[in-house]
């Protein structure tokens, strides 16, 4: 069965630092995909990221970048010299596809805290 | 931009109440999707809908149902309210075109059962 495993609850952390936040998954499908969404306290989740499983480079997008390693079945978001405005719940999630329909699955999620 | 709008922030109905849930999407997409969030759980998926009048149980469809009667409109029914479907309620739509398409949120509707 899939399954998304976010370990890190919840985050804090001062402005300015770097943060990771860890992502693992499981799959027996050869072809998938995987996603970041940021939820602020408004509640609505914003699409940050998707990366295929044929594509393993690293992306990076100004203060973002994201790391996926297949060996490891993990999919990590670093955030370099956080901001406030970066406090968030953050979800991993994993397009599964093996009933014809796309669904996701996503992780418990972490929560963020940028302190000043 | 896509806009995915849900009809209520808040909402506060009674055990036994049947219960709707509204949600409106502007970019003709064909997939629609309800989740609820609960702390430590996540999001979990209730229902979707891949076409008008069509749908498909979630991982967790026991004690609601849904009505897709136009492309851009999708319901979620709570047919009799219950205390542990006091939640919040996120409806997202997507695309046709495979697994490597994005869902895109409304805001949610932070329903309590009293």
């Known amino acids: 069965a899939q399954k998304v495993t976010q370990a890190q609850t919840e985050i804090s952390v001062v402005e300015k630092e770097d943060v990771t936040l860890d992502c693992v998954y499981e799959?027996?499908?050869?072809?998938?995909?995987l996603f970041w969404y940021k939820q602020p306290p408004s509640g609505e989740l914003v699409f940050l990221i998707r990366?295929?499983?044929?594509?393993?480079q690293n992306e990076i997008s100004g203060r973002y970048s994201w790391n996926f390693q297949k060996s490891t079945s993990s999919f990590n978001f670093t955030i370099t010299a956080s901001q406030v405005v970066d406090s968030a719940v953050y979800f991993c999630?994993?397009?599964?596809?093996?009933?014809?329909?796309?669904?996701?699955?996503f992780g418990t999620g972490t929560r963020l805290l940028v302190s000043p | 931009d896509v806009k995915v709008t849900q009809s209520s922030r808040y909402l506060v109905k009674r055990t036994g109440e049947k219960v709707f849930l509204e949600c409106v999407q502007d970019?003709?997409?064909?997939?629609m999707f309800w989740y609820r969030q609960d702390p430590g759980l996540g999001l979990r998926l209730i229902y979707f809908?891949?076409?008008?009048?069509?749908?498909e149980k979630g991982d967790i469809p026991e004690g609601y149902s849904v009505s897709r009667e136009k492309k851009e409109r999708f319901s979620l029914i709570l047919e009799s309210a219950s205390t542990n479907q006091t939640s919040m309620y996120l409806c997202?739509?997507?695309?046709?075109?495979?697994?490597?398409?994005?869902?895109?949120f409304g805001d949610g509707t932070r329903l309590s059962i009293l």
């Open positions: 997202a739509s997507g695309g046709l075109g495979g697994l490597h398409q994005p869902q895109h």
């Open positions: 799959t027996r499908d050869t072809t998938y995909y």
């Open positions: 990366r295929n499983s044929f594509d393993e």
């Open positions: 999630a994993l397009s599964e596809g093996s009933t014809g329909f796309q669904k996701l699955v």
């Open positions: 970019m003709d997409h064909e997939n």
């Open positions: 809908s891949y076409d008008v009048k069509m749908k």
